[in-house]
Nanobody, 127 residues
Framework: QVQLVESGGGLVHPGGSLRLSCAVS????????MGWFRQAPGKEREFVAA????????AYADLVKGRFTISRDNAKNSVYLQMNSLKPEDTAVYYC????????????????????WGQGTQVIVSS
């Protein structure tokens, strides 16, 4: 049974940093590209970042490019999201998810291509 568990969320001031973690169990981690999505109150869930199976490739939403960094540690079956220069509009529940498709298909932007999701971790950016 696959399980994704996010951690690292919390309350941070604007301009601050947080590092989210997602631990995956119950499947072969390297068979999946990994993505982070977020959902703000009253809004649809949106793509944030993705990393390929080998970690050689990454992709970011324009809104977070240059501020967020996604990484993965295949030895630890974990994916991370380093978030710097946080803004109030980054406030959301952040979810990690697994995607079995190959990176070249560029399906990482599409929520529907992810087959398993974590429960989410809340990030609040406020002064």
């Amino acid at each position: 049974q696959v399980q994704l568990v996010e951690s690292g969320g919390g309350l941070v001031h604007p301009g601050g940093s947080l590092r989210l973690s997602c631990a995956v169990s119950g499947r072969t981690f390297t068979n999946y590209l990994m993505g982070w999505f977020r959902q703000a109150p009253g809004k649809e869930r949106e793509f944030v970042a993705a990393v390929s199976r080998s970690a050689a490739s990454t992709a970011y939403a324009d809104l977070v490019k240059g501020r967020f960094t996604i990484s993965r540690d295949n030895a630890k079956n974990s994916v991370y999201l380093q978030m710097n220069s946080l803004k109030p509009e980054d406030t959301a529940v952040y979810y990690c998810a697994t995607n079995p498709q190959m990176w070249y298909r560029k399906s990482y932007y599409s929520e529907s291509k992810y087959d398993s999701w974590g429960q989410g971790t809340q990030v609040i950016v406020s002064s």
